[in-house]
């Protein structure tokens, strides 16, 4: 079965920094195209950052300049660096994977930025 595992949230001031991981087993990994999303309390879901499967790299707006985004397919893990983080950057990161009309979500793992 499809696993995609995150790791890496918590509690950070402003300002801060925390790297997020996310294992993918189950999958090609090398030739899914891989995502990071969030869920801030009373919003909906939104797209923070993607990463094709040969390194293209798409950014919200609100991620642009302070996220990266990144791949390593031997071990079947993708990053989310986050810095000089604000607190409304609070919310739980959803790591997905994405192949043609597939879709595969993590379990999330909740970042909160305090102020």
């Known amino acids: 079965q499809v696993q995609l595992v995150e790791s890496g949230g918590g509690l950070v001031q402003a300002g801060g920094s925390l790297r997020l991981s996310c294992v993918a087993s189950?999958?090609?990994?090398?030739?899914?195209?891989m995502g990071w999303y969030r869920q801030a309390p009373g919003k909906q879901r939104e797209l923070v950052a993607t990463?094709?499967?040969?390194?293209?790299?798409n950014y919200a707006d609100s991620a642009k300049g302070r996220f990266t985004i990144s791949r390593d397919n031997a071990k079947n893990t993708v990053y989310l660096q986050m810095n000089s983080l604000k607190p409304e950057d609070t919310a739980v990161y959803y790591c997905?994977?994405?192949?043609?009309?597939?879709?595969?979500w993590g379990k999330g793992t909740l970042v909160t930025v305090s102020s």
């Open positions: 990463i094709t499967h040969i390194g293209a790299t």
């Open positions: 189950g999958i090609i990994f090398s030739i899914n195209e």
């Open positions: 997905n994977a994405h192949l043609r009309l597939t879709d595969y």
